[in-house]
């Protein structure tokens, strides 16, 4: 059956799911985890593996979160391929007719989008590419010699060296935007075209079905008088008020021919010799008329530069009000959850930030310069003959503050969830507790204190103060254990990424830039 998904509803897509994120029933966060990717795979830093879409693998991923950072309808923008303005290079023009009969010359592309047809030049300014040099000679284009630079409303040549390229302006990158969305292969277009203010001239100029551009596909021969100049010239279709200028070289054949009346309402049209009072000679000349996308070239530069793809940005940075990133350790995997929930609840997730692991506020001698090998186990014997098994995150010496996972690998299952024969803690899962039974106990095993430091299940609260200090400890603590914020295995896992180690330490910060595509 002929039949095609035409790239309208990736861009429809992309611009859906934009809109879902400013409203109230969707909420979506980053997440980084995975502190023991070598245990999991023991080259995992060289070549880090795919992850597997299954729920199996999301269960895991869950296991090994660390925190999460909330993305705002601020954190999200359409994207396009980055196509930058370089001297020399030679890039397609618009067309609105290419398919895979009708190529585009330069970047070999069987649609619009796949085309180089717009730029960014060293401003950040974007603008299409409306003649690349195309004539009869040179069917290809030409290279480009002069940067656009200009933000005139209507289209013309960047500079003086004849390159023939004629270049329309859109808009320019925000500094903000060039921050949070510019990547190395994207550029982003700006939010709410159809109301901003700031590129109200540019959308307000357009015209629908307007004509710009006329390739000559070819001169023709013996076309009257040498170097006549005829104006005028309408161009017929389903439109109105379209005309060129057509020029004679020395050799009676057309030289240029050049738009003087745009007009307006066009899908198709021709140019008119014979109503222009131009001679066709014994060869006629042909042309190529382009006509502009709906709306006029600015109108709706979603559909006009195809943007089917969506750029998701958040940083993890180190908060001394909530801190809920861990620093001391390592993170190997991003990726983003959609409608996740507050912990022991039903409830979506709000807060800005939220802890994906369980922190216990430790106490005893010699707290204060304690260390703890990340990814280290600990135990803690919570009842006669029951043991809760975790490892490290980090340690905060300041606060007594030790932040701890648990996976599949502590209770009896390999990292890839089969069971291991005669696992030392068993197969159950045992959380930790300020309420030991039995022959249980607050102390905790591991680090280098000794005899363990334990529980101090006197403490509740979100700070603490040390040496008329105020210490925020990102998690709220009941009796000495703080739980995870987030509700583990809630909402859906939409992207992962499995990447080389990454230490985190206390001054540094990560932008991750996510790219859907549609």
């Known amino acids: 059956m002929a039949a095609i998904i035409t790239d309208q509803i990736r861009i429809l897509n992309a611009r859906n799911f934009l809109d879902g994120i400013t409203t109230s029933g969707s909420s979506y966060y980053s997440f980084i985890g995975l502190p023991n990717a070598t245990d999991i795979q023991s080259d995992w830093d060289n070549n880090p593996p795919s992850p597997v879409d ?3 693998n999301e269960n895991e991923i869950w296991e090994t979160m660390i925190g999460l950072k909330k993305i705002t309808s601020s954190d999200v923008r359409l994207v396009v391929p980055k196509i930058e303005w370089r001297s020399g290079n030679t890039f397609d023009m618009y067309r609105h007719d290419y398919n895979t009969s009708n190529t585009a010359k330069v970047s070999g592309a069987t649609n619009l989008y796949g085309a180089s047809f717009y730029v960014m030049n060293s401003e950040y300014r974007v603008y299409i590419c409306l003649q690349n040099g195309t004539t009869p000679e040179t069917p290809n284009g030409a290279p480009s010699l002069d940067e656009p630079t200009f933000v005139d409303l209507e289209p013309r040549a960047a500079g003086s060296s004849g390159d023939g390229y004629i270049w329309k302006y859109l808009y ?3 500094p903000a935007d060039i921050v949070k969305f510019d990547s190395t292969n994207y550029i982003p277009v700006p939010s709410n075209w159809e109301d901003s203010t700031t590129n109200a001239s540019v959308r307000d100029n357009a015209v629908d079905g307007s004509i710009k551009t006329v390739v000559i596909s070819g001169r023709g ?3 009257g008088t040498a170097n006549a100049v005829y104006t005028n010239v309408p161009i017929k279709g389903n439109g109105t008020g379209a005309e060129c200028t057509i020029t004679m070289n020395a050799d009676s054949q057309v030289s240029s ?13 021709n140019v008119d010799l014979v109503a222009g009072g131009v001679p066709t000679g014994t060869t006629r000349p042909t042309f190529d008329v382009i006509i502009s996308p709906q709306g006029g070239h600015g109108a709706d530069i979603y559909k006009e530069l195809g943007a089917k793809n969506v750029l998701m940005y958040s940083r993890f940075e180190n908060d001394i009000q ?7 350790n390592q993170i190997a995997r991003v990726g983003i959850v959609e409608k996740p929930s507050t912990f022991g609840t039903n409830t979506p997730l709000t807060v800005d930030k939220a802890s994906a692991v369980t922190a216990l506020k430790l106490t005893g001698i010699g707290y204060s310069s304690a260390s703890y090998d990340a990814d280290s186990f600990i135990t803690q014997t919570v009842a006669t003959g029951t043991t809760a098994v975790a490892k490290v995150v980090s340690y905060d010496q300041s606060t007594g503050v030790l932040k701890v996972w648990q996976d599949r690998s502590q209770s009896g299952f390999n990292t890839v969830g ?11 899962q045992v959380d930790f507790t300020s ?3 039995g022959e249980g106990s607050l102390k905790i095993i591991g680090g280098t204190v000794a005899e363990g430091l334990s529980i101090d299940n006197t403490f509740t609260g979100l700070s603490t103060v040390i040496n008329n200090r105020t210490f925020y400890l990102g998690q709220s603590f009941t009796n000495g254990i703080a739980n995870p914020e987030v509700a583990k295995y809630s909402g859906n896992i939409i992207y992962v990424d499995n990447r080389p180690s990454v230490t985190r330490s206390t001054n540094q910060k990560e932008d991750i830039k996510v790219i859907l595509q549609f």
């Open 435 to 437: 309420s030991p039974t």
């Open 322 to 328: 909530n801190p809920d990133f861990i620093t001391g």
């Open 221 to 223: 021969v013996a076309l």
């Open 54 to 56: 299954n729920f199996d």
């Open 257 to 269: 021919v050049v738009v003087s009346s745009q007009g307006s309402g066009y899908t198709y049209g």
């Open 172 to 174: 320019t990158i925000a």
């Open 418 to 428: 089969a069971a291991i024969t005669n696992p030392q803690y068993g197969f159950d």
